[in-house]
T-cell receptor
Framework: DADVTQTPRNRITKTGKRIMLECSQT?????MYWYRQDPGLGLRLIYY???????NKGEISDGYSVSRQAQAKFSLSLESAIPNQTALYFC???????????????FGPGTRLTVL | DQQVKQNSPSLSVQEGRISILNCDYT??????FLWYKKYPAEGPTFLIS???IKDKNEDGRFTVFLNKSAKHLSLHIVPSQPGDSAVYFC????????????WGAGTKLIIKP
């Protein structure tokens, strides 16, 4: 079974609809992240959470909200979807790296969201 | 302003030869540089990283070189194999930004038989 799962894998919705993307992990990591990827661009961070009570905005948080329901679950919501939120969305997890190293992020398979 | 740049959208290499993927950055405060590999319909997977205090890190067929004066790093794959065909992302982070990863746009590597 995959360590980081995302549901749904694909979603087509209409402008103005509320959408929730879900992420679950079995790695036991405290840190979780939501990214979006657009063609020709790298991944951009939307929100991240270092533990259940810690939520932080990333580079492009406008139009999105998140909920960290448990250590293993991190949901991303689009309150009122718009066409320029059409993208590939990735959830990732990490644990704090050893001193002198950086933490490695582990990614889910992605959710392809299309907003018409 | 892109802090991490991968200027080659794609690269084609013969099987068995060396693949060299390049990445440039602008932020001299980056502490770590990472390479991730991504297959279609999958999330990125970690490949190799290097600390800013080093200039080389090697792991099997993969070697990353860091040239701080030029703000440039490269990933060498020797020898290239068909399974190496994927999109490769360069990413960097710093303690100042809570180790948030800043990503390049990716380079699609195609290994020709």
């Amino acid at each position: 079974d995959a360590d980081v799962t995302q549901t749904p894998r694909n979603r087509i919705t209409k402008t103005g609809k509320r959408i929730m993307l879900e992420c679950s992990q079995t790695k036991g990591h405290d840190r979780m992240y939501w990214y979006r990827q657009d063609p020709g661009l790298g991944l951009r961070l939307i929100y991240y959470s270092f533990d259940v009570k810690d939520i932080n905005k990333g580079e492009i948080s406008d139009g999105y909200s998140v909920s960290r329901q448990a250590q293993a679950k991190f949901s991303l919501s689009l309150e009122s979807a718009i066409p320029n939120q059409t993208a590939l969305y990735f959830c990732a997890t990490s644990e704090v790296g050893a001193i002198g190293s950086t933490d490695t992020q582990y990614f889910g398979p992605g959710t392809r969201l299309t907003v018409l | 302003d892109q802090q991490v740049k991968q200027n080659s959208p794609s690269l084609s290499v013969q099987e068995g030869r060396i693949s060299i993927l390049n990445c440039d950055y602008t932020n001299s405060m980056f502490d770590y540089f990472l390479w991730y590999k991504k297959y279609p319909a999958e999330g990125p997977t970690f490949l190799i990283s290097i600390s800013s205090i080093k200039d080389k890190n090697e792991d099997g067929r993969f070697t990353v070189f860091l040239n701080k004066s030029a703000k440039h790093l490269s990933l060498h794959i020797v020898p290239s194999q068909p399974g190496d065909s994927a999109v490769y992302f360069c990413a960097a982070n710093s303690m100042d930004s809570n180790y948030q990863l800043i990503w390049g746009a990716g380079t699609k590597l195609i290994i020709k038989p």
